[in-house]
């Protein structure tokens, strides 16, 4: 892949941007790994407080096959249909403890604690105003990912159940390896999550999108993909209150940690294998956004004041 020739989201060049190199395994179906490929990907570096930050690689726009062809995987991922994803920025990791902590200013009641541990017991809700602080802070629009851009971003071009291939190894991922998908051997259960980054990444650069932990995306649940939009869109229409999460994690069998595989939950409640990741349609600053947030935070520091005095005033009228 020539990064010439990569449709890369508007902006980016604009920032500072590197490049990173990454090694890249392939298993058969006994959970052997064939092959070694060494690949590249850019990522842009957003420097949040304390010396944290927050890496986010280019995802080259494409055409997705999305869900499963009949016979295979759930009735949930049917039908198999092609989705045009358009570039974007996709989190190198899940959002970890540390990232959190940095913008929000407080711990949740992780399950599993650790700053390099992927946050936990997060909800919908949560990961939302996680996105729309971090924007407020950056003047960058995060937000979750979509569900199609969020299968696009974990097969990297792949068609296999998994970005490894045939199957997964809890060498490759933390997953109960007390359960085989295909003829590969037993592996074992760790009980808990894995720091973010500890396992080999997908052909595009992101890690831990197989396990570790379930993964918000940004839809409304709907039972199947009849009516699904084609083009990489958030879908939100006809649907009840539940919301999408993808990838599985270390608390499930490999079967649910496929690039097809998908979960549903209420938004408000965050179980403890739910976390999630961020996306970004472009590197533009958002100005009138970051400025309107400004003027929104001094408004309401300046708003009880303009009240008291009014009230003095109204007082001294008397
Ligand atoms: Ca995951």
């Known amino acids: 892949m020539d990064s010439h020739f990569i449709e890369v989201p508007d902006g980016i060049e604009a920032d500072s941007d590197q490049g990173f190199e990454f090694e890249v395994v392939i298993v058969n179906g006994l959970g052997e790994i064939t092959e070694r490929q060494t690949h590249t990907a850019r990522q842009f570096i957003e420097h949040l407080d304390g010396g944290v930050s927050l890496e986010m690689v280019v995802i080259p726009g494409g055409t997705l096959l999305m869900g499963s062809p009949a016979g295979d995987g759930y009735e949930d991922e049917r039908p198999q249909h092609s989705v045009k994803v358009s570039s974007f920025l996709m989190g190198k990791y899940p959002v970890t403890q540390e990232q959190w902590e940095a913008v929000m200013g407080w711990i949740p009641p992780y399950r599993c604690r650790g700053a390099r541990r992927p946050v936990d017991r997060v909800s919908w809700d949560d990961a939302r105003e996680f996105c729309e602080r971090l924007s407020e802070r950056t003047g960058h629009g995060y ?25 997964i190894t809890t060498d490759l991922a933390d997953y109960v390896g007390e359960y085989i998908y295909c003829s590969e051997p037993k592996g074992i259960y760790r009980h808990e999550t894995t720091e973010v980054g500890s396992f080999p990444p997908n052909a ?115």
Not at 143 to 167: D, I, K, Q, S, V
Not at 252 to 261: E, H, I, M, Y
């Open 204 to 318: 595009l650069g992101l890690y831990d999108m197989h396990g570790n932990v379930w993964e918000w995306c940004a839809d409304a649940w709907h039972d199947n993909y009849v009516g699904a939009p084609a083009d990489g869109r958030v879908w939100e229409s006809g649907a009840g209150s539940q919301r999408v999460l993808r990838g599985g994690c270390w608390h499930d069998p490999p079967g649910l940690c496929r690039s097809a595989a998908r979960l549903k939950h209420i938004p408000h409640e965050g179980e403890d294998f739910f976390g999630f990741r961020v996306a970004l349609t472009s590197l533009e600053q958002n100005s009138t956004s970051a400025i309107w947030h400004n003027r929104a935070r001094v408004n309401q520091r300046i708003h009880p004041t303009r009240l008291i005095a009014r009230r003095i005033q109204t007082w001294l009228r008397r």
């Open 143 to 167: 937000r979750l990912p979509g569900e199609a851009e969020w299968e696009y971003a974990c097969r990297a071009r792949t068609t296999t159940p998994f970005y490894f291939g045939e199957t």
